[in-house]
């Protein structure tokens, strides 16, 4: 069975220059996360989809942040401006939607912005 | 809200020595928790996780935890230290919603593994 796929691995951007990231769930996973993982730190959740519909986006900065996850299955986060501040690890993860405590994660997308 | 302290961002043991990594968790109702390892340039793995059942909790590659609840402990221990042990190790907490899970993790602990 596949795992979480991330793409892309590595993204170096300029500042005020847009960015997505791609994430593919294991499939039959109704529930998508992102996080966000600084240097040094544990990941922080940015947004919860269960199927299409994001149930918690609290943490997610709105004025630059957004995601989607069209159909249910794939989901991209962008970012648009980017900012010096937003170099970090954005992860993707997924679970089955069962309280098991489980979620599986991709390898990561590390964004540097210069 | 539901946290976790790790004790330590940095700890170096021995090949063959006792690990220990410490977390301490804040939770006004009975908790979940977890402890994932992440390897460099690699995505979160779970190692183990106490949801209520036995309070020692066995999990993969010979690590165990044992929650405390007097001592809002969930300590990660494996008695003899691998190389391939080395790593960051996340502690994590979550609470029974009913719905999917969401986890709060903690700050991460280092391991390093010497020779």
């Known amino acids: 069975e596949a795992g979480v796929v991330q793409s892309p691995r590595y993204k170096i951007i300029e500042k005020k220059q847009p960015v997505a990231f791609w994430c593919n769930p294991i499939?039959?996973?109704?529930?998508l996360y992102w996080y966000l993982q600084n240097l040094g730190q544990g990941p922080e959740l940015l947004i919860r989809?269960?199927?299409?519909?994001?149930?918690?986006d609290s943490q997610l900065p709105k004025d630059r942040f957004s995601a989607e996850r069209l159909k249910g299955v794939d989901s991209t986060l962008k970012i648009q401006p980017a900012e010096l501040g937003d170099s970090a690890v954005y992860l993707c993860?997924?679970?089955?939607?069962?309280?098991?405590?489980?979620?599986?994660f991709g390898e990561g997308s590390r964004l540097t912005v210069l | 809200a539901q946290s976790v302290t790790q004790l330590g961002s940095h700890v170096s043991v021995s090949e063959g020595a006792l690990v220990l990594l410490r977390c301490n968790y804040s939770?006004?109702?009975?908790?979940?928790l977890f402890w994932y390892v992440q390897y460099p340039n690699q995505g979160l793995q779970l190692l183990l996780k106490?949801?209520?059942?036995?309070?020692l909790v066995k999990g993969i590659n010979g690590f165990e935890a044992e929650f405390k609840k007097s001592e809002t402990s969930f300590h990660l221990t494996k008695p003899s230290a691998h190389m391939s042990d080395a790593a960051e190790y996340f502690c994590?907490?979550?609470?029974?919603?009913?719905?999917?899970?969401?986890?709060?993790f903690g700050t991460g602990t280092r391991l390093q593994v010497t020779l």
């Open positions: 989809y269960e199927n299409e519909e994001a149930v918690d």
């Open positions: 939770s006004s109702v009975p908790p979940y």
């Open positions: 499939s039959g996973h109704n529930t």
């Open positions: 994590a907490v979550s609470h029974a919603t009913g719905t999917a899970s969401k986890l709060t």
């Open positions: 993860a997924s679970s089955s939607g069962l309280f098991s405590g489980e979620l599986f």
């Open positions: 106490y949801t209520s059942a036995a309070t």
